[in-house]
């Protein structure tokens, strides 16, 4: 027997951007499997020589539809792609394939986002920002519309450090209608040099533009029935569509990835502050709850503005980016990776001078001993080239491990409670019952399997942990070595001191 957002969702036309995103397409593939809806509409674009119809044809072969294939061999037929990008005007769409999604759909889901922390600032307005207008405009055009989901971020508001579920105009230098106008009347490179002084407080573009398309949707959302679904730091999958899935390297999954192949060994990171992380099928579980919930509220009474739901660790059930590490840590023997260049391991500072001082001896002797090694070898060099990627990238990040943020999630609990235990079983995003130990055991695997491309197979498998014991023993005598020749020189120096006093 179907349950209540089940039979929400069944026959419905949804419209959703942002499918080819690691958000997107676990949210497309829950929908599928758990729903009958009629048709869900991408819009998808061009990429890398890739036409959109390649792109998303390519679907059929990727491992987070592979289950539901194997199930299910027609049911991508569902998914239609529409041509168009986030970063045109009018959404890059046609008039024929407008007039399509005005007429058939109802629920809107809005993902599509450019997260690069340092994107231009006249590309991540169009896309972030703009986009966003398109899509209200779009919206109110859609007699059918039951619910519209805007995806953000926690960090929208990371200027101030305790977030409530409510909006923050005060904290941009400029409003969202006179910064879209000079996204309209200036050149892109002008645009850009106004950055520093636009950006205020923000850290990076992609949270400032989207604090600027929360203000579009509280200034701009009329009667549309709308909320807003604030995320944490989207990671890899617990439970769906597979465990441990993960299909990018952003965030704190790349300190894993570096860390687990012996590249990475010391970042900046503060082992004390809190980790607003969130697995990618949470996020996806509580998209559609949105849905569900606001074509619910909004048949009753339209709310005066449009209702914010956080999702990042709760009170009762919250990690450190130190505990963050130690699990991982803890759990590093269980799927060791059979490419690994050294045992893994991370120190982390906070403090900037100490970090450049100490990624000579962690990562840039090493890497320049072995790009000499590959040059006599007749190979490209490429540590130092990768190490100064991994630098530039810490450096971006260092303030969102730095600082606590205290994120409330009083609306998000309520949803919670609304649910029948039926959808909560199926649709869970409950992070206070999360057993974060298990999760780290099955974000390594997925690591292991979905980033290093390595064989799931057992003889791999216990190869990597060969590997891995034999390290740790070379480790062990590097270590042993290192002490041994500092404490002589610690003695000498004493001895001299003394030598001297007496």
């Given at each position: 027997?179907?349950?209540?957002?089940?039979?929400?969702?069944?026959?419905?036309v949804?419209?959703?951007?942002?499918?080819?995103?690691?958000?997107?397409?676990?949210?497309?593939?829950?929908?599928?499997?758990?729903?009958?809806?009629?048709?869900i509409?991408?819009?998808?674009?061009?990429?890398?020589?890739q036409?959109?119809?390649?792109?998303s044809?390519?679907?059929?072969?990727?491992?987070?539809?592979e289950?539901?294939?194997?199930?299910?061999?027609?049911?991508?037929k569902?998914?239609?792609?529409?041509?168009?990008?986030?970063?045109e005007?009018?959404?890059?769409?046609s008039?024929?394939?407008?007039?399509?999604?005005?007429?058939?759909?109802q629920?809107?889901?809005h993902i599509?986002?450019?997260?690069?922390?340092?994107?231009?600032?006249?590309?991540?307005?169009?896309v972030?920002?703009?986009?966003?207008?398109?899509?209200?405009?779009?919206?109110?055009?859609?007699?059918?519309?039951?619910?519209f989901?805007?995806?953000?971020?926690?960090?929208?508001?990371?200027?101030?450090?305790?977030?409530?579920?409510?909006?923050?105009?005060?904290?941009?230098?400029?409003?969202?209608?006179k910064v879209l106008?000079?996204?309209?009347?200036?050149?892109?490179?002008?645009?850009?040099?106004?950055?520093?002084?636009?950006?205020?407080?923000?850290p990076?573009?992609?949270?400032?533009?989207?604090?600027?398309?929360?203000?579009?949707?509280?200034?701009?959302?009329?009667?549309?029935?709308?909320?807003?679904f604030?995320?944490?730091?989207?990671?890899?999958?617990y439970?769906?569509?597979?465990?441990?899935?993960?299909?990018?390297?952003?965030?704190?999954?790349?300190?894993?990835?570096?860390?687990?192949?012996?590249?990475?060994?010391?970042?900046?990171?503060?082992?004390?502050?809190?980790?607003?992380i969130?697995?990618v099928?949470y996020?996806?579980?509580?998209?559609l709850?949105?849905?569900?919930?606001t074509?619910?509220?909004?048949?009753?009474?339209?709310?005066?503005?449009?209702p914010?739901?956080?999702?990042?660790?709760?009170?009762?059930?919250?990690?450190?980016?130190?505990?963050?590490?130690?699990?991982?840590?803890?759990?590093?023997?269980?799927?060791?990776?059979?490419?690994?260049?050294?045992?893994?391991?991370?120190h982390?500072?906070?403090?900037?001078?100490?970090?450049?001082?100490?990624?000579?001896?962690?990562?840039?002797?090493?890497?320049?001993?072995?790009?000499l090694?590959?040059?006599?070898?007749?190979?490209?060099?490429r540590?130092?080239?990768?190490?100064?990627?991994i630098?530039?990238?810490?450096?971006?990040?260092?303030p969102?491990?730095?600082?606590?943020?205290h994120?409330?999630?009083?609306?998000t609990?309520?949803?919670?409670?609304?649910?029948?235990?039926?959808?909560?079983?199926?649709?869970?995003?409950?992070?206070?019952?999360l057993?974060?130990?298990?999760?780290?055991?099955?974000?390594?695997?997925?690591?292991r399997?979905?980033?290093?491309?390595?064989?799931?197979?057992?003889e791999?498998?216990?190869?990597?942990k060969?590997?891995?014991?034999?390290?740790?023993?070379?480790?062990?005598i590097?270590?042993?070595?290192?002490?041994?020749?500092a404490a002589?020189i610690?003695?000498?120096?004493?001895?001299?001191?003394?030598?001297?006093?007496?």
């Amino acid at each position: 027997m179907a349950t209540e957002m089940q039979a929400f969702f069944k026959d419905k036309v949804v419209f959703l951007t942002g499918g080819s995103g690691f958000l997107g397409k676990v949210t497309i593939e829950k929908l599928l499997r758990t729903t009958e809806v009629k048709r869900i509409y991408v819009l998808l674009r061009s990429k890398r020589g890739q036409e959109m119809k390649e792109r998303s044809d390519a679907w059929e072969k990727d491992p987070v539809f592979e289950s539901l294939m194997k199930v299910d061999p027609e049911v991508l037929k569902r998914v239609v792609p529409l041509a168009g990008d986030c970063q045109e005007p009018d959404l890059g769409l046609s008039t024929s394939d407008r007039q399509v999604l005005v007429y058939e759909v109802q629920i809107v889901l809005h993902i599509a986002a450019s997260v690069r922390f340092m994107e231009p600032l006249h590309i991540a307005l169009a896309v972030n920002t703009r986009a966003t207008r398109l899509m209200i405009q779009l919206a109110k055009e859609m007699p059918h519309l039951e619910a519209f989901v805007h995806v953000s971020t926690a960090y929208s508001n990371c200027v101030i450090e305790n977030i409530s579920e409510r909006f923050y105009p005060e904290h941009l230098t400029c409003p969202v209608e006179k910064v879209l106008e000079l996204h309209k009347s200036l050149s892109p490179e002008l645009l850009d040099q106004m950055a520093p002084v636009l950006l205020g407080s923000y850290p990076n573009t992609y949270t400032y533009t989207k604090a600027l398309a929360e203000q579009l949707l509280q200034q701009e959302a009329g009667d549309l029935p709308i909320c807003i679904f604030r995320p944490g730091v989207i990671i890899a999958s617990y439970k769906e569509p597979m465990v441990g899935w993960i299909d990018n390297t952003y965030g704190p999954i790349a300190v894993l990835y570096g860390a687990a192949f012996g590249v990475l060994r010391i970042t900046r990171l503060n082992v004390k502050a809190q980790a607003g992380i969130v697995p990618v099928d949470y996020c996806a579980n509580l998209v559609l709850t949105c849905a569900w919930n606001t074509a619910r509220e909004c048949a009753i009474k339209l709310p005066p503005e449009p209702p914010i739901y956080t999702l990042a660790p709760t009170n009762d059930n919250l990690i450190t980016w130190g505990g963050f590490r130690d699990k991982a840590a803890r759990m590093r023997h269980r799927y060791p990776l059979s490419k690994m260049m050294w045992m893994p391991f991370l120190h982390c500072t906070t403090t900037p001078w100490l970090f450049r001082f100490l990624i000579w001896f962690y990562h840039l002797i090493p890497g320049y001993a072995i790009d000499l090694v590959l040059r006599l070898r007749g190979r490209k060099p490429r540590m130092i080239k990768l190490y100064d990627k991994i630098h530039k990238n810490i450096e971006i990040l260092a303030p969102f491990v730095d600082t606590t943020w205290h994120f409330d999630g009083t609306n998000t609990r309520k949803l919670w409670k609304r649910m029948s235990a039926g959808d909560q079983k199926i649709y869970d995003f409950d992070l206070s019952s999360l057993d974060w130990d298990d999760y780290f055991l099955q974000a390594l695997a997925g690591v292991r399997i979905y980033l290093a491309k390595e064989d799931p197979g057992e003889e791999t498998l216990e190869r990597a942990k060969k590997l891995y014991r034999r390290f740790k023993f070379f480790h062990r005598i590097l270590q042993i070595v290192l002490y041994s020749g500092a404490a002589v020189i610690l003695w000498s120096i004493a001895m001299r001191l003394f030598g001297i006093f007496i």
